[in-house]
């Protein structure tokens, strides 16, 4: 039974960060330099070893990049879900406190929700570190 009231606001969510990270993702892997390909098949690499070593380790940039997008999407696709259908949560907290001009507590909780997008977009940026540690070094120099 919950899963009637939570599953159409998890469908917004998905449908609302997948364009973004799906287009970036796309854009990554056409962005891989052709020459490389070409030297990996001259060396006889099966298509599974260039995507492993060449065309998912230059796409991984854009992907995260396209992800840190989706993360400040589903904060605000789940606000918005909350106020067209919600009995619970920020977004119908946001709509109560409007309603009651207690608009000190609406922005609060536009704090709140910036402070959440933020916190999203660090932890991103803390994983594409450890899933990429070539361009620690890189950043370093």
Sequence with gaps: MVW??????ILL?????FF???VSLVSGFRSVDPDVIDLMRTM??????????AKL?????QFFSGLRISATYAIVGAVIAE???GFSGLGVYMMRVRKSFSYDSMFAVIILISALSLGLMKGIDLLAKVCMPWKQGARDK
């Design 20 to 22: 973004p990270v799906t």
């Design 57 to 61: 380790p230059m796409a991984l940039d």
């Design 13 to 17: 969510i998905v449908l609302t960060t």
């Design 83 to 85: 106020w067209l259908g």
């Design 4 to 9: 009637l009231r939570v599953g159409p606001k």
């Design 44 to 53: 006889n690499a099966t298509d599974l070893q260039i995507f492993m070593r």
